[in-house]
DNA sequence: TAGTGGTCTAGACCACCGC
DNA sequence: CGGTGGTCTAGACCACTAG
């Protein structure tokens, strides 16, 4: 393989590694690599950006404004975001449509530096994530917690579906690449939506958690 | 790095590749690396093995056999396990309890040659996975898709819960380092069971699924 | 500007699988 | 036993960050 594509025999097993990290090909010792999984596993900006994904499945998305608030950070929220008492966060609720039907509920919290940002006008438009890339922060890392809700009045209502009724939660956390986080998020997912998420007893990034 | 610990420098980002891709550190061209998570991520074999992982959160754990039955495959398992048309599945129930309070509902479907490696007494005694592996099959690799489901009738009643309530679901495919299906499993949490995932911008094994 | 990370080369030796 | 993967070395050059 190396000589085939003229380079050394190290960087070819690099472009193996990052196969293997993300799930898609399994190797042991003496045999040959093996191709676990033909699906394409999506790019954390896909995973950020409802829009991106939208449309990468194939559907057209919307969203909808629901409140777009300056208010005083809860104790979770000074914890996954590096604030101290007494700061402020940008509170901003959306709901997140696929062709015109409700799929999440998102409810995000953004940092000072980070909600000063935008207005609500951008958040409207749905390119929040542009308009904060456009003030000079990357996305580079993101941990996703999931579990199941039961649907509370608020999410009923903005979903359409029952009080009570499953839904998927991931919470996540979004840092810059030193490690600073830019936003903490509460997105709720109605109907039939997964994650998938891949694993080699080598390595993997997943873990159960209680509580 | 490389000098004290007297290795190469390709051994050393070799090892820091490894903390990385399982989403430990984080590191950028010209900036020191950075810390991410301090917490610990969990072995492919502590994800799969119930037992491990109650004791890894110090917990007891323990179990009851709902069922275990030999029957035909469901065109889903089928597809799963790889089987043809017509080839049988060992399915097996089981209640999961975290300290004497029942925490999932595991319901498991093995191919014939693996389900014939053990009866319903290893599966009281809680070791499904020793047994298998005592066979000479070894767990590799394993795809989880995480969504949330309503509790069945049955689940409500081997958990304890009210029919309608929203349960964690994760479905998991595993398979020996060749790519060969060993199980297909459905599991149900009850409680606040969730599921954490770390993702770079460089590698990820995450994807956002609908239906 | 020194130090760090990213990328690549060329070669070595071993372990293991499959024919 | 040939081929493949796993591991490691020693060195090169570039890009970028931080002080």
Redesign the pocket.
């Known amino acids: 393989?190396?000589e085939r594509a003229?380079?050394?025999?190290?960087?070819?097993?690099?472009?193996?590694?990052l196969l293997?990290a993300e799930g898609a090909i399994a190797?042991?010792?003496?045999?040959?690599?093996v191709v676990l999984a033909t699906q394409r596993t999506q790019s954390l900006f896909e995973l950020r950006s409802f829009s991106s994904w939208a449309r990468s499945i194939g559907a057209e998305p919307s969203g909808r404004v629901i409140s777009f608030d300056w208010r005083d950070a809860t104790e979770e929220e000074r914890r996954h975001l590096d604030l101290a008492a007494g700061e402020f966060v940008l509170d901003v609720v959306r709901v997140r449509l696929l062709d015109g039907v409700p799929a999440m509920v998102e409810r995000t919290a953004y940092p000072p530096r980070v909600g000063a940002l935008f207005t609500v006008d951008d958040a409207e438009s749905g390119s929040l994530t542009e308009a904060i890339e456009a003030g000079g922060f990357t996305f580079a890392n993101a941990e996703h917690t999931i579990d199941a809700v039961a649907a509370s009045v608020d999410d009923a209502a903005l979903l359409g579906v029952d009080v009570g009724s499953a839904l998927l939660r991931a919470r996540r956390r979004s840092t810059d690449p030193?490690g600073v986080p830019l936003e903490w998020s509460d997105d709720r997912y109605a109907g039939d939506a997964s994650f998938v998420v891949h694993n080699t007893a080598?390595i993997d990034g997943l873990s159960r958690m209680r509580a």
Chains 1, 2 share one sequence.
């Open positions: 393989m190396a003229g380079v050394s025999r190290g960087t070819v097993r690099h472009a193996y590694a293997a190797s042991r010792q003496g045999a040959r690599r030193s080598a």
